[in-house]
């Protein structure tokens, strides 16, 4: 029950930044789906008691956020002038969280 709760929420948020992508370059709006989906993986770590689930998490979010940082700060240099993008990137952190590394 609790991972269908956890996988609808996620559907949720993706739908809703889907629509808003949908207005966005395509290399803004991969991004935002990448580091939407390591953000929730990284938060799915602390919820697992199953050792080997925890290993697949956090092998998932290591390859989801693994150079999402850099990713974002071109990203933000490259529209700097585009306040749509700006203005969509402007929730995400510079880094992920270190806990799934």
């Known amino acids: 029950m609790k991972n269908t709760i956890l996988v609808f929420l996620f559907a949720a948020s993706t ?28 938060g799915e770590v602390a919820n697992v008691d199953d050792k080997k689930r925890l290993q697949d998490i956090i092998r998932k ?27 969509s990137l402007k929730d995400y952190e510079d880094a992920v969280n270190a806990q799934a590394k």
């Open 61 to 87: 979010a290591n390859s989801l956020c693994r150079g999402t940082g850099r990713q974002l700060a071109k990203l933000r240099k490259k529209y700097a002038a585009n306040a749509a993008v700006i203005g």
């Open 15 to 42: 739908a809703c930044h889907a629509h808003e992508a949908a207005r966005l370059p395509k290399d803004v709006a991969k991004f935002m789906e990448r580091r939407d989906a390591c953000d929730y993986f990284e």
